[in-house]
């Protein structure tokens, strides 16, 4: 008896309107969907979390535009698989070539694509849950039209949910009752491929007569899933613990939890990168060194790798987590934010205007101002924000900020990207 594929493969769309999500990209009129109606599209990358249509995207077009179409893994392909498929791409045309977790391919693979890309021999797709500007080298970036894909919101995921049952060959014979979504949801972490797995793990558990509730799938889920998903909720949850424990100034929880991610295969890059914008965010002038050291880190880790990176990002974990802490620079920059977003552009006060021209002089640009190296301790007790929000206070040194605070302007600042 041939066995099936997982439920979120059979269920994998076949079109732009069976894709559940990414509207702004797929949806009537988006510019993505024009490219592919016309049959021109560009070679892009696709950037967004896990489980949000990367791959199905880039089957869909080549589906619709009826193009040859190569799929390459990152983790499991080099340079010597991209160059094969250069060869066969010259003496084709309008070749799509896939390219998954692009971000793991170095400088030298990266490059391998180049001249192809350039010469229009392969119309290149790459698929990455890390930010571009950091993983992919800035020629092919030049070269590459970047795609943001959103995470699914808790209706999209619902909606997939109930498709599933009421639409997969295997669900639909079994009489299955959706009564809580809620566990599901959280342990999926918003990736629809993880959602629709655990549907079918649920499912398989519970028979064919199956009330899925939250207490039922969080018991199949303990004994089933595993401690530690680098791209699922664990992800989410140990970073979080991690960033806390550095926060809160305990060494011995910080490389507790560093222990878990290394173990559990995290990106070093990535727990590297926390660590930067933590050195900012938590540390920031209580010990300005702590951004300097955070950033060697970020680069010998890019430089040494896995294992011995270890040890690296051990020494620098430890030394944010004794640091002095502070986040008025944090601070500053919300309220500062806020008040641009509450008084819109306000004029800047004359005085401090530049006046490189007779005109702007006759106008009052630049008059009165006191030039602070000429007053004692080289300083002027002049004004120098708008008048609207004279004497405003956005820099208060060890101030801080309360917690409810600080997760609106975190997520104001990075679009709810990482998860606190």
């Known amino acids: 008896m041939t066995s099936l594929p997982p439920l979120a493969e059979r269920l994998r769309p076949t079109t732009l309107d069976e894709l559940v999500g990414q509207q702004h990209l797929t949806g009537k009129g988006s510019i993505l969907r024009t490219a ?10 696709l950037w967004g979390p896990p489980g949000v249509g990367k791959t199905t995207i880039a ?10 179409f190569y799929t390459l893994s ?13 060869e066969l791409a010259k003496k084709q045309s309008s070749v799509i070539l896939f390219i998954d977790e692009i971000h793991r391919f170095n400088k ?10 350039e010469k229009g021999i392969i119309t290149l797709i790459g698929a990455t ?21 959103k995470a699914l919101d808790e209706k999209d995921l619902v909606a997939l949910l109930q498709h599933a049952i009421k639409n997969d060959e295997v669900l639909k014979t079994k009489k299955i009752e959706l009564k809580e979504t809620e566990a599901m949801i959280n342990i999926s972490g918003g990736d629809a491929r993880k959602l629709l797995n655990l549907l079918e793990l649920v499912t398989d558990a519970l028979g064919s007569k199956a009330v899925i509730t939250d207490e039922a799938v969080m018991e199949i889920a ?21 960033i806390k424990s550095i926060r809160g100034s305990d060494p011995n929880a910080a490389v507790y939890y560093l222990a878990r991610m290394i173990e559990g295969g995290e990106d070093i890059k990535f727990i590297a990168r926390r660590m930067l914008i933590l050195a900012s965010e938590d540390i920031g002038n209580a010990n300005p060194n702590a951004l ?9 880790v890019n430089k040494i790798g896995y294992p011995e990176s270890q040890l690296i990002l051990s020494q620098c974990a430890i030394y944010l987590a004794s640091s002095a802490k502070s986040n008025a620079a944090t601070v500053a920059i919300g309220a500062a934010m806020s008040a641009v977003k509450t008084h819109g552009d306000l004029p800047v006060p004359l005085h401090i205007r530049n006046a490189p ?12 101002y006191e030039y602070s190296h000429n007053y004692e301790n080289n300083f002027s007790p002049q004004e120098y924000l708008p008048d609207a929000i004279s004497g405003t206070t956005f820099f208060e040194p060890g101030k801080n900020l309360r917690e409810e605070e600080l997760r609106k302007f975190l997520k104001l600042l990075w679009k709810d990207k990482y998860k606190y």
Do not use: C, W
């Open 108 to 117: 030298g693979q990266q490059d391998a694509l180049l001249g192809a890309v």
């Open 74 to 86: 990152a983790i499991s392909s080099g340079v010597k698989e991209v160059r094969e498929v250069i």
């Open 357 to 368: 021209t007779k005109l702007m002089k006759n106008e009052g640009y630049g008059k009165g």
């Open 129 to 149: 849950t890390e930010n571009p500007s950091f993983e992919v080298n800035s020629a092919l970036l030049s070269r590459t039209q970047v795609y943001i894909l």
């Open 36 to 45: 592919i109606e016309h049959g021109k599209i560009p070679s892009m990358i």
């Open 222 to 242: 303990q004994q089933r899933i595993a401690l530690y998903d680098k791209k699922g909720e664990q992800h989410y949850d140990i970073i979080s613990a991690f």
């Open 59 to 68: 089957n869909i077009i080549a589906q619709t535009l009826q193009v040859p």
């Open 292 to 300: 300097l050291l955070a950033n060697a880190t970020f680069d010998a």
